[in-house]
């Protein structure tokens, strides 16, 4: 079958990787990408040793009238969206009007936060949901009913967190309880790169999330903190101790709905001190900030600018060591019982640079994606309309993992140290 896959970054390389592992089902795949040198060179060290047929192309992803000239030229039965959630739903538009399949790793925010057409629904959004991070999926659950009469599917962030977390709620929900009473999901990266500042992914995408006030679900809605004032500490397989910040992620609106009995849903990320004291730093300088501002007679954006100072994810490959330690802790219900149960992924970084170059970060990305494209191309995810993937059959794609480099673990003692 033909894939487009649109961005050629940290994450889009992995799931190249992985696709050419799978030719049998990725007979022929497009790499497009505003940059399109980068998508020739990756297309160019990946030709040898695959028989999946590679070409390139360059599009702007953010103009629908390049999208779809691409999309007809080319034709694909899927899109997978792995360049920024910028694009998302110019990307969907795209695939509405060539009537293609669509999947992404990230929802949609909007790279202009001052556009005041977009701040007024965000403003609202706000007062009535009670959370503030810019990224929400009210913009592409908006395009459920569009997908459905199509006759197409969108697969909504297909990653690892959001992604994989969401199909361990599934499998729990399925396999392991009759209720689900607290869910915590934990990201993590026990890796060291050597920097004393530097992102794991897209640096922009990455600090507009994690300087954002954190919030979880409870009772029925949202409560909101103030950026990183809840700390835990956790024990991780084959990590060790490490501190953990509680954050919004997008996961946590999916699952309120697909698992409405859950009382509580949080999600922790680990952050180190060096990262965390050039993160507050930078913010109180004003180098987090998005809105554009005069320089020398040309307006930038601090964020984007910091973005071309830091290290490039995809750099990091080769200096990365240690591993990452991603899962859920759910408390619950089986058969009458208290119970809690813990499911979880580890990931070496170097293991992950000596397959395909990158470091975990991108690979537990990258596999999820094309896990996910792997599910649409051979029918087990194809249905009509907007899914993310808590409300998707868990089974096929956690074999997929499995297979593709993602085992799962289990256990009963999770690992909370206070
Ligand atoms: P990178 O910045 O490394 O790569 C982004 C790619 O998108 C680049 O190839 C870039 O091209 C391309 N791109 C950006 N803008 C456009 C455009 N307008 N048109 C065409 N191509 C464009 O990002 P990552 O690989 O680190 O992240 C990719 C996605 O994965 C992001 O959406 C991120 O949020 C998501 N992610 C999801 C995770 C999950 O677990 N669910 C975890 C980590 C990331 P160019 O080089 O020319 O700029």
């Given at each position: 079958m033909k894939v487009l896959v649109i961005g050629?970054?940290?994450?889009?390389?992995?799931?190249?990787?992985?696709?050419?592992?799978?030719?049998?089902?990725?007979?022929?795949?497009?790499?497009?990408?505003r940059t399109k040198e980068n998508c020739d060179r990756l297309a160019a060290s990946l030709a040898p040793k695959t028989a999946t047929r590679l070409t390139t192309a360059q599009v702007d992803a953010n103009d629908v009238g390049q999208l779809t000239a691409l999309l007809r030229a080319y034709g694909p039965d899927l899109v997978m969206n792995i360049a920024l959630p910028y694009q998302d739903l110019a990307i969907m538009e795209a695939c509405l009007a060539c009537g293609v399949d669509y999947m992404d790793t990230a929802n949609y925010e909007p790279e202009d936060t001052d556009d005041p057409q977009w701040r007024a629904v965000y403003e609202r959004r706000c007062r009535?949901?009670?959370?503030?991070?810019?990224?929400?999926?009210?913009?592409?659950?908006?395009?459920?009913?569009?997908?459905?009469?199509?006759?197409?599917?969108?697969?909504?962030?297909?990653?690892?967190?959001?992604?994989?977390?969401?199909?361990?709620?599934?499998?729990?929900?399925?396999?392991?309880?009759?209720?689900?009473?607290t869910i915590d999901i934990l990201d993590c990266n026990g890796g060291d790169h050597g920097y004393p500042f530097a992102t794991n992914f897209n640096p922009e995408i990455n600090l507009r999330e994690v300087s954002a006030p954190g919030s979880y679900w409870e009772d029925g809605r949202w409560v909101e903190i103030p950026p990183m004032s809840v700390k835990r500490e956790y024990d991780f397989d084959q990590v060790g101790r490490k501190d953990m910040y509680l954050l919004h992620h997008e996961?946590?609106?999916?699952?309120?709905?697909?698992?409405?009995?859950?009382?509580?849903?949080?999600?922790?990320?680990?952050?180190?001190?060096?990262?965390?004291?050039?993160?507050?730093?930078?913010?109180?300088?004003?180098?987090?900030?998005?809105?554009?501002?005069?320089?020398?007679?040309?307006?930038?954006?601090?964020?984007?600018?910091?973005?071309?100072?830091?290290?490039?994810?995809?750099?990091?490959?080769?200096?990365?060591k240690g591993k990452t330690n991603i899962g859920c802790i759910f408390t619950g219900k089986k058969d009458g019982r208290e119970k809690s149960y813990y499911i979880y992924n580890v990931c070496d970084h170097q293991e992950c640079y000596k397959e395909v170059g990158s470091q975990a970060v991108s690979y537990t990305t990258g596999v999820?994606?094309?896990?996910?494209?792997?599910?649409?191309?051979?029918?087990?995810?194809?249905?009509?309309?907007?899914?993310?993937?808590?409300?998707?059959?868990?089974?096929?794609?956690?074999?997929?993992?499995?297979?593709?480099?993602?085992?799962?673990?289990?256990?009963?003692?999770?690992?909370?140290?206070?």
């Open positions: 050629c970054g940290g994450v889009a390389s992995v799931a190249i990787h992985k696709c050419c592992q799978a030719s049998k089902v990725f007979t022929e795949l497009c790499i497009a990408s009535e949901a009670g959370f503030s991070a810019y990224f929400d999926y009210s913009w592409q659950w908006a395009y459920r009913e569009r997908f459905e009469q199509a006759g197409l599917t969108a697969l909504l962030g297909c990653g690892f967190d959001p992604g994989v977390t969401q199909a361990y709620c599934a499998y729990a929900k399925k396999h392991q309880f009759d209720t689900i009473d996961e946590i609106e999916s699952l309120a709905k697909t698992i409405p009995e859950a009382r509580r849903i949080r999600f922790f990320m680990t952050f180190g001190q060096s990262y965390l004291e050039h993160m507050r730093c930078l913010e109180n300088v004003g180098m987090l900030s998005t809105s554009p501002v005069e320089f020398e007679g040309r307006p930038i954006v601090p964020i984007q600018f910091l973005k071309a100072l830091l290290p490039d994810p995809a750099s990091l490959g080769p200096r990365t999820p994606a094309m896990c996910g494209a792997l599910m649409l191309l051979t029918g087990k995810w194809k249905k009509p309309g907007v899914y993310t993937v808590d409300e998707l059959d868990p089974d096929p794609f956690l074999e997929a993992l499995e297979r593709y480099g993602l085992p799962r673990r289990e256990s009963h003692t999770p690992a909370l140290v206070e």
